[in-house]
């Protein structure tokens, strides 16, 4: 669309396009004796005969409005545009896309400007537009409210002189109480993005906890986070929180590293870090990875665990080789006999003790023993109940092994004798993030135990957990039939061996050359809560202004 002259170029259609018109942009240049509907009129006419694509004919249009509002329309420019968004209803589907143009076009105005001759009349024309806006009289939506307060800058103050001014105290109450009105009607139809402008704008800071678990609940998270930044640390962290116990662990990321909450937030912050790093493993983007971790150590041990499900066992060697990371085993090279039959025997495993632990000395040596450890098999053992609708009975032996040791805890005598003790080393073994825990349908087993013992701290949050049977889709049978019907109390040894010879059958071998990405599912999880019931909570502003609707 050609404005850069006095004449804007039209194109006709039909069986004139042949025959090109031209239309007076003069309205554009000088306002002085230009009325808001003409002006509108030419606007109209412009952006429909123009010949560019809507968003060059937008931007060249708001070129053009601003460099009129630069030539003195009268009463003044502000004025002009509040004039113009009164008028612009009538022009229907075009009102929204114009109302933004020309706010935007004065917004650029008055950063050019160091004073506004109109600034009185302005803020009473402006003021009374909103109060019409939202009373119903004229029709624009909120995104033009937030818009034009925003540009205006029209505060409470504004709004409860002009309910003065206006006699309108008994129909409209205080300014507060219109506004506060006009968000809940806001929230009411979950326009929370506007609402939290409009709370923002008037310094409003009622709303809490529950306002901003509701806006997420909602998935407006672009809301929860204008406002807790507007309500400051307490509600950012209290984001962050909300999203790490969803697993929206980029969300977390972004409002961490953008707020400076690294050392409020260490944990979930490494955990965002994990999910990068799992991604970029995933797509077989190790190099990527690896860089990623900028050598830190724990990062570096969470790589080798993926590389090790991945059954890349020569990244296993290169990063513990390149960052001397001890205590990883390598993976068992394959005999030809499990190739074809695909299971483990008993001999394989070579378990150096088996040792019953059910006193405080044998719980804090087995703990140490664990600790040292960077992946261990873990299995939950509990009398079946076959009463319909009695409950189940507790877990009564929990095995824990290494590849050369298997402790079996006697859960029940420890609970009675040492309870705290008990709980103190089983939550350094089950959360702790340097240790990978190996399981065959962990979930049962979970919430088993947080069924037996909901004292426990210990089994009400995992770190570092990978199913077994996530990774093995073949045979079936469960673990027996991956590792026989012998291994009796060997389960948590079992599944040791069975994740080293992950390698043996994970990857393809018949790529073609010069073809070494694969991409792959991992399985491990990094954080595992315990199910806990939510209920759904009314946000505290919401209540309040229910509570004042209903006493009117």
């Known amino acids: 669309m050609g404005l850069e002259g006095r004449d804007a170029e039209l194109h006709a259609d039909g069986d004139n396009a042949d025959q090109a018109w031209t239309v007076s942009v003069h309205a554009f240049s000088d306002l002085t004796y230009t009325s808001p509907i003409v002006f509108l009129y030419l606007l109209k006419e412009c952006y429909i005969y123009g010949t560019c694509k809507a968003t060059k004919k937008f931007r060249a249009l708001q070129q053009q409005v601003h460099q009129a509002l630069c030539n003195s329309p009268q009463p003044g420019p502000a004025t002009f545009v509040v004039q113009c968004l009164y008028a612009l209803p009538i022009f229907e589907s075009y009102s929204e896309g114009f109302s933004h143009l020309i706010i935007s076009a004065l917004r650029r105005y008055l950063k050019a400007v160091t004073t506004s001759a109109d600034s009185s009349e302005e803020k ?6 909103f109060l019409d806006i939202v009373r119903g009289t004229v029709d624009h939506d909120e995104k033009i409210i937030v818009k034009m307060l925003e540009v205006f800058g029209i505060t409470l103050a504004d709004i409860e002189t002009s309910i003065h001014r206006l006699k309108m105290q008994s129909e409209l ?14 929230l009411e139809k979950q326009s929370y993005f506007y609402a939290v402008c409009l709370l923002e704008h008037f310094s409003i800071r009622q709303s809490g906890e529950s306002f901003i678990l509701q806006m997420i609940q909602n998935k407006q998270f672009k809301a929860a986070e204008k406002w807790a930044t507007f309500m400051g640390k307490s509600m950012l962290c209290l984001l962050v929180q909300a999203y790490a116990d969803r697993n929206m662990l980029k969300n977390a990321y972004e409002t961490i590293k953008q707020n400076n909450l690294q050392q409020d ?3 979930v912050y490494q955990k965002c870090k994990e999910s990068s790093l799992k991604k970029l493993a995933e797509k ?3 190099d990527v990875a690896e860089r ?3 050598g830190d150590k724990q990062l570096l041990e969470y ?5 090790m499900e991945a059954g890349y066992s020569e990244k296993v060697d290169e990063l513990c080789d390149r960052y001397s990371l001890q205590g990883f085993l390598k993976p068992i090279e394959p005999e030809a006999g499990f190739l074809h039959n695909r299971f483990l025997h008993l001999k394989e495993l070579a378990v150096e003790d088996i040792i019953w632990v059910d006193e405080v000395d044998g719980l804090c040596n087995a703990t140490c023993h664990i600790e040292g450890c960077k992946v261990v098999g873990l299995d939950c053992e509990w009398k079946p109940n076959y009463v319909k609708g009695s409950k189940p009975n507790k877990v009564s032996i929990m095995q824990i092994a290494s590849d050369k040791k298997a402790f079996v805890l006697d859960l029940i005598k420890l609970f009675e004798d040492v ?9 350094r073994i089950l959360q702790s993030p340097r240790i990978l825990k190996l399981g065959y349908n962990f979930q049962c087993d979970i919430k088993q135990l947080a069924h037996s013992y909901g004292e426990l701290e210990c089994f009400k949050h995992y770190e570092m957990l990978l199913d077994i049977q996530n990774v093995f889709r073949e045979p079936r049978g469960g673990l027996s039939g991956l590792a026989q019907l012998e291994y009796a109390a060997l389960d948590a040894v079992v599944l040791i061996h069975i994740f080293h010879h992950i390698g043996n059958h994970s990857q ?15 399985y491990i999880v990094s954080h595992m809560d315990n199910p806990k019931k939510k209920y759904k909570k009314r946000t505290g502003f919401q209540k309040a202004k229910k509570s004042e609707l209903n006493n009117h």
């Open 508 to 522: 393809p071998t018949n790529l073609p050359e010069g073809n070494d990405k694969i991409e792959w599912k991992s």
């Open 419 to 427: 309870p705290d003790v008990l709980d103190n080393c089983l939550t």
């Open 265 to 267: 937030f260490p944990d």
């Open 124 to 129: 009473k024309i402006t003021t009374r537009l």
């Open 292 to 294: 990623k971790t900028h």
């Open 284 to 286: 077989a983007c190790w």
């Open 303 to 307: 790589l080798v665990y993926l590389a």
């Open 173 to 186: 109450n205080t300014a507060k109480t219109f506004v506060e009105e006009y968000i809940f009607s806001l």
